[in-house]
T-cell receptor, first 112, second 114 residues
Framework: GESVGLHLPTLSVQEGDNSIINCAYS??????FIWYKQESGKGPQFIID?????DKRQGQRVTVLLNKTVKHLSLQIAATQPGDSAVYFC???????????FGKGTKLSVKP | NAGVTQTPKFRILKIGQSMTLQCTQD?????MYWYRQDPGMGLKLIYY???????DKGEVPNGYNVSRSTTEDFPLRLELAAPSQTSVYFC?????????????FGPGTRLLVL
């Protein structure tokens, strides 16, 4: 069935390294994608988004890449810090319905 | 702004009991949502509302009810709690429902049904 999923459920990186979190989506009609960060015991927090007419968008220390050919989304975090430790979710908006579909999440652990 | 607030933070229910999870937002958003998050899983949409007086089912509405009498409040009602409803519940809001609009989430309510 259609789904938004993640290639890696857990990711452990050294402080200062760059992190890459991946996400696959299956619905070519999806036109908007969001990355959320969820710290333990808290609600998801918006990080960055991208529309389907773009292939790259940069924020502060974060970059989202969208490859529509292979239906793949990635979140890159530069100079990963301990405060980046969290679960990261990708979500897609499937056009006119307006409801977000969430992936399962990737847990990022940053080692000092 | 407080954003999206939820109460209670944590609750234990016995099977068959009922309760209401409260959600309030102060951003004047028309759109509000209820999700549940099971361990190790993504968020599943329970119900959503596009404005006061208008609600609609999401992906997993069975066992829940909602109402939207004001723009600010969107309570979620569990009438006959079941162990399968043990989960973390998140309320969210957005100013638009069209593509390109992010949702803002509350801190969650952790519910345990025994």
């Amino acid at each position: 069935g259609e789904s938004v999923g993640l290639h890696l459920p857990t990711l452990s990186v050294q402080e200062g390294d760059n992190s890459i979190i991946n996400c696959a989506y299956s619905n070519s009609a999806s036109d908007y994608f969001i990355w959320y960060k969820q710290e333990s015991g808290k609600g998801p927090q918006f990080i960055i988004d991208i529309r389907s007419n773009m292939d790259k968008r940069q924020g502060q220390r974060v970059t989202v890449l969208l490859n529509k050919t292979v239906k793949h989304l990635s979140l890159q975090i530069a100079a990963t810090q301990p405060g980046d430790s969290a679960v990261y979710f990708c979500a897609e908006n499937r056009g006119s319905q307006g409801n977000l579909i969430f992936g399962k999440g990737t847990k990022l652990s940053v080692k000092p | 702004n407080a954003g999206v607030t939820q109460t209670p933070k944590f609750r234990i229910l016995k099977i068959g009991q009922s309760m209401t999870l409260q959600c309030t937002q102060d951003m004047n958003h028309n759109y509000m949502y209820w999700y549940r998050q099971d361990p190790g899983m993504g968020l599943k949409l329970i119900y959503y509302s596009v404005g006061a007086g208008i609600t609609d089912k999401g992906e997993v509405p069975n066992g829940y009810n909602v109402s939207r009498s004001t723009t600010e409040d969107f309570p979620l009602r569990l009438e006959l709690a079941a162990p399968s409803q043990t989960s973390v519940y998140f309320c969210a809001s957005s100013y638009s429902r069209t593509s390109g609009t992010s949702q803002y989430f509350g801190p969650g309510t952790r519910l345990l049904v025994l």
